[in-house]
């Protein structure tokens, strides 16, 4: 790549993105001297028990490093469309933002690229990560692509295959894919500046025996745990949803004799037998603490008990005497 075509004051990008995840994107964009002509992010938010307002991740860095910002309630406001326009960007570049209307992305000469958490056209939607370690895959990976007016179908432009370990949670695979995203989008956007990629729509990636598995926002049905299930697809749903929003199962205590929610962190397993009881308790009391599943034990490591801060098993057990 020739850093004088970065360097390039005629080419310049919009920057659209909120969460941790786009502010990897942000700063190798940032750092190899292509000029963002302003960031988009979400509007303020109340936050805590005060409800003060907080900046999304991608709005701080955005202000530590003197860019101009914007953070349009509706897309779609005149004003906001307009003052895009103003710009005159060259590429519109896009990392966990919100669903853009046509009127957005159409706006740059180079159009809009989105940096995806999948190897689509497997798992769009709004958490591959998630749903690609609840479904046990051992290969994700990340893909840019260019936006069109369905949600993830646009014309593939890179993609990177990623290998999950095996006992790897959606927190851990989120910081490796933020990195390697960026990398991956950053190559693209010199690419795209250079005219040197060719856009592949996503039907060359589709077979006759290609299962397409989605990727929607994960609902508080996802994180409720079924012991009558199977202890790979428990252990997989523990570490698919850990640490946020992370999965949660009940458990009764000798204290006020009341069932207590406990959200599960890390977790492992042992197979069984058919003699295996769904729900029911193994435990020392002191050091394990087990719960039956349909072909095995699970075993809770870090948890969070109700009011209670994140602790290792034993610091609950230590606590709490378990009924059942």
């Known amino acids: 790549m020739n850093s004088s075509n970065i360097n390039d004051d005629d080419f310049c990008i919009i920057f659209m993105g909120t969460p941790d995840f786009a502010v990897s994107s942000l700063e190798i964009i940032l750092k190899n001297n292509i000029?963002?002509?302003?960031?988009?992010?979400?509007?303020?938010?109340?936050?805590?028990?005060?409800?003060?307002?907080?900046?999304?991740?991608?709005?701080?860095?955005?202000?530590?490093h003197n860019i101009p910002i914007l953070?349009?309630?509706?897309?779609?406001?005149?004003?906001?469309?307009?003052?895009?326009?103003?710009?005159?960007?060259?590429?519109?570049?896009?990392?966990?933002?919100?669903?853009?209307?046509?009127?957005?992305?159409?706006?740059?000469?180079?159009?809009?690229?989105?940096?995806?958490?999948?190897?689509?056209?497997?798992?769009?939607?709004?958490?591959?990560?998630?749903?690609?370690?609840?479904?046990?895959?051992?290969i994700t990976g990340v893909t840019t692509f260019i936006i069109d007016k369905a949600i993830d179908t646009g014309k593939i432009l890179m993609q990177e295959k990623i290998k999950i370990e095996d006992e790897e949670t959606?927190?851990?695979?989120?910081?490796?894919?933020?990195?390697?995203?960026?990398?991956?989008?950053?190559?693209?956007?010199?690419?795209?500046?250079?005219?040197?990629?060719?856009?592949?729509?996503?039907?060359?990636?589709i077979t006759n025996n290609t299962i397409l598995k989605k990727a929607p926002k994960i609902t508080k049905a996802d994180c409720i745990i079924n012991w009558e299930t199977g202890c790979i697809n428990i252990f997989n749903q523990i570490r698919g949803l850990s640490p946020s929003p992370t999965a949660f199962t009940n458990l009764k205590i000798n204290k006020e004799d009341k069932n207590i929610q406990i959200k599960i962190y890390k977790a492992n397993y042992i197979f069984?037998?058919?003699?295996?009881?769904?729900?029911?308790?193994?435990?020392?009391?002191?050091?394990?603490?087990?719960?039956?599943?349909?072909?095995?034990?699970?075993?809770?490591?870090?948890?969070?008990?109700?009011?209670?801060?994140?602790?290792?098993?034993?610091?609950?057990?230590?606590?709490?005497k378990i009924i059942s």
């Open 35 to 64: 000029k963002i002509a302003v960031v988009v992010t979400s509007p303020d938010k109340p936050a805590g028990r005060g409800l003060k307002l907080k900046t999304s991740p991608v709005k701080n860095y955005a202000i530590q």
């Open 71 to 138: 953070q349009p309630h509706n897309l779609l406001d005149p004003l906001f469309i307009s003052q895009l326009k103003e710009y005159k960007p060259s590429l519109s570049v896009v990392v966990a933002f919100r669903i853009l209307p046509n009127e957005i992305f159409n706006i740059p000469k180079l159009g809009t690229i989105n940096l995806h958490a999948s190897l689509l056209p497997q798992y769009r939607g709004a958490a591959p990560i998630n749903r690609a370690i609840m479904n046990g895959e051992k």
């Open 170 to 205: 959606a927190g851990e695979l989120h910081d490796r894919m933020k990195i390697i995203g960026a990398n991956l989008l950053f190559k693209t956007i010199i690419a795209m500046k250079n005219n040197s990629i060719t856009p592949i729509p996503q039907e060359y990636y």
């Open 272 to 320: 069984g037998d058919k003699r295996n009881e769904p729900g029911k308790i193994y435990t020392d009391g002191k050091t394990y603490l087990g719960i039956g599943a349909k072909d095995g034990i699970v075993f809770l490591k870090i948890i969070k008990p109700e009011g209670k801060n994140i602790m290792p098993i034993e610091a609950f057990l230590r606590g709490y």
